[in-house]
């Protein structure tokens, strides 16, 4: 079992940014990947970037060059730079193990608008 604390969304005008945060608890071994992806109003949950345990990453197209996602030990971060109004989601924390399973955060509100 483990549990997943996100912080750092909020409100930000477009051209700012934001990081956000995504710590574990619990259970951190045979940790897979750790992640982040995104829910806007009437969309579907969609991939915003990814580390594995190794440190490859892996970007949504719409991401690559203004996100970076790292990790250090338990914490995901994402630091999300020239935000735009379509980048306003719910930003969800996954953690995925070797052996198929994952967990989700319960989501932190980023909305860029001036």
């Known amino acids: 079992q483990v549990q997943l604390v996100e912080s750092g969304g909020g409100l930000v005008q477009p051209g700012g940014s934001l990081k956000l945060s995504c710590a574990a608890s619990g259970n951190i071994d045979s940790i897979n990947s750790m992640g982040w992806y995104r829910q806007a109003p009437g969309k579907q949950r969609e991939l915003v970037a990814q580390?594995?345990?190794?440190?490859s990453t892996n970007y949504a197209d719409s991401m690559k060059g203004r996100f970076t996602v790292s990790r250090a030990k338990n914490t995901v971060y994402l630091q999300m730079n020239s935000l735009k109004p379509e980048d306003t989601a719910v930003y969800y924390c996954?953690?995925?193990?070797?052996?198929?399973?994952?967990?989700w955060g319960t989501g932190t509100l980023v909305t860029v608008s001036s």
């Open positions: 580390i594995t345990s190794g440190g």
């Open positions: 996954n953690l995925a193990y070797y052996e198929g399973t994952d967990y």
